[in-house]
């Protein structure tokens, strides 16, 4: 059975650091691209970071360029997401994705974990 698990989320104040981990399982993680998403209330879920199945490739979304480093071990099946400089406006949840092909969007989500940015 397909699973993601993501943990690491809470409350932090404003320029503080978040480390966000996806556990998986029930599939050959080294050979899908995962990524990290957020959603707001009311709006679609927006691309935060995504990598490549061997790690090479990752590209982020305009607002966390420069922040937020995703990062993977193939042999734990995890993956992570370093978020520094937090802002109010990440606050969100965030959801860990899996996907077969590196533009595809996931078909696999984890159930999200709520990130706080707040004094």
């Known amino acids: 059975q397909v699973h993601l698990v993501e943990s690491g989320g809470g409350l932090v104040q404003p320029e503080g650091s978040l480390r966000l981990s996806c556990a998986a399982s029930g599939f050959t993680f080294s050979s899908y691209t995962m990524s990290w998403y957020r959603h707001y209330p009311q709006k679609e879920r927006e691309l935060v970071a995504r990598i490549s199945s061997d790690g090479k490739w990752t590209d982020y979304g305009d607002s966390v360029e420069g922040r937020f480093t995703i990062s993977r071990d193939n042999e734990k099946k995890m993956v992570y997401l370093q978020m520094n400089g937090l802002k109010p406006a990440d606050t969100a949840v965030y959801y860990c994705?899996?996907?077969?092909?590196?533009?595809?969007?996931?078909?696999?989500w984890g159930q999200g974990t709520q990130v706080t940015v707040s004094s």
């Open positions: 994705g899996a996907a077969d092909l590196y533009y595809k969007p996931p078909n696999t």
